[in-house]
């Protein structure tokens, strides 16, 4: 049993996407936190329903989900509506989290990616991961392709990218950076690279995953990891 964690995070607008993509064609275990920040406040969830009772009905679409774009522009301008928001989403997005990372346990892989956003900004996940891998370009390209990609100006952009630790920031707590600055082919060639070490790894981090069950208070599953290794 040599299964570990591995943080995946970048920057807004940095080519996260196109590195996830290269991993996911390579047959790696991949957990997307984002897709599951969606799920977790679909309507009838738990967060789903505290969410309106502190935001309101007003970031409602027709269809009763929520309005991502509505209440990002709420919690972009008032950091305590996002401390907020991440206080009733994040124990969800964890638990679900967790019942991957058994799932890909369960089935043998080598390792597993965690594809966090925010990895860095948070800081309290990173502790849980043997590596940490950041999706770099430098920032003129950043802004560049923000501008390009979301139809913003140069004072949008700056402002989106300035919400954010900086690259260069999270370049120096990275274990590993894959440097999207170039093209699609040089990007891919520093992931297959980075897949092959991470391949030749044999780190053994069940205590870490059972400290994240006891953080999630999944302690069924925690029960679960420890009959495994006692048996």
């Given at each position: 049993?040599?299964?570990?964690?591995?943080?995946?995070?970048?920057?807004?607008?940095?080519?996260?996407?196109?590195?996830?993509?290269?991993?996911?064609?390579?047959?790696?275990?991949?957990?997307?936190?984002?897709?599951?920040?969606?799920?977790?406040?679909?309507?009838?969830?738990?967060?789903?329903?505290?969410?309106?009772?502190?935001?309101?009905?007003?970031?409602?679409?027709?269809?009763?989900?929520?309005?991502?774009?509505?209440?990002?522009?709420?919690?972009?301008?008032?950091?305590?509506?996002?401390?907020?928001?991440?206080?009733?989403?994040?124990?969800?997005?964890?638990?679900?989290?967790?019942?991957?990372?058994?799932?890909?346990?369960?089935?043998?892989?080598?390792?597993v990616i965690l594809d966090i956003p925010?990895?860095?900004?948070?800081?309290?996940?990173?502790?849980?991961?043997?590596?940490?891998?950041?999706?770099?370009?430098?920032?003129?390209?950043?802004?560049?392709?923000?501008?390009?990609?979301?139809?913003?100006?140069?004072?949008?952009?700056?402002?989106?990218?300035?919400?954010?630790?900086?690259?260069?920031?999270?370049?120096?707590?990275?274990?590993?950076?894959?440097?999207?600055?170039?093209?699609?082919?040089?990007?891919?060639?520093?992931?297959?690279?980075?897949?092959?070490?991470?391949?030749?790894?044999?780190?053994?981090?069940?205590?870490?995953?059972?400290?994240?069950?006891?953080?999630?208070?999944?302690?069924?599953?925690?029960?679960?990891?420890?009959?495994?290794?006692?048996?």
């Amino acid at each position: 049993s040599t299964m570990f964690l591995v943080g995946l995070s970048g920057g807004i607008a940095s080519g996260k996407s196109t590195v996830v993509a290269v991993l996911r064609e390579l047959g790696c275990a991949v957990i997307d936190a984002d897709l599951i920040a969606r799920e977790v406040v679909q309507p009838h969830s738990k967060a789903h329903q505290q969410i309106l009772q502190h935001f309101g009905t007003g970031i409602l679409l027709e269809n009763g989900e929520i309005n991502r774009e509505a209440l990002g522009n709420i919690i972009f301008s008032q950091p305590e509506k996002r401390r907020l928001l991440n206080s009733i989403t994040h124990p969800e997005i964890l638990k679900e989290m967790l019942k991957q990372i058994l799932k890909y346990f369960v089935l043998g892989y080598r390792y597993v990616i965690l594809d966090i956003p925010l990895l860095f900004e948070t800081r309290g996940l990173t502790k849980f991961m043997k590596y940490t891998v950041l999706v770099y370009c430098d920032p003129p390209a950043q802004r560049a392709r923000l501008m390009r990609r979301n139809g913003l100006d140069a004072a949008a952009a700056d402002a989106r990218i300035g919400s954010q630790l900086p690259l260069e920031e999270k370049r120096r707590w990275a274990t590993h950076v894959i440097d999207n600055s170039g093209d699609r082919e040089s990007t891919r060639r520093q992931v297959l690279r980075l897949h092959a070490r991470l391949e030749d790894s044999l780190h053994f981090l069940w205590a870490r995953l059972a400290a994240g069950a006891a953080l999630a208070g999944l302690g069924g599953l925690l029960f679960l990891l420890l009959r495994h290794f006692s048996s």
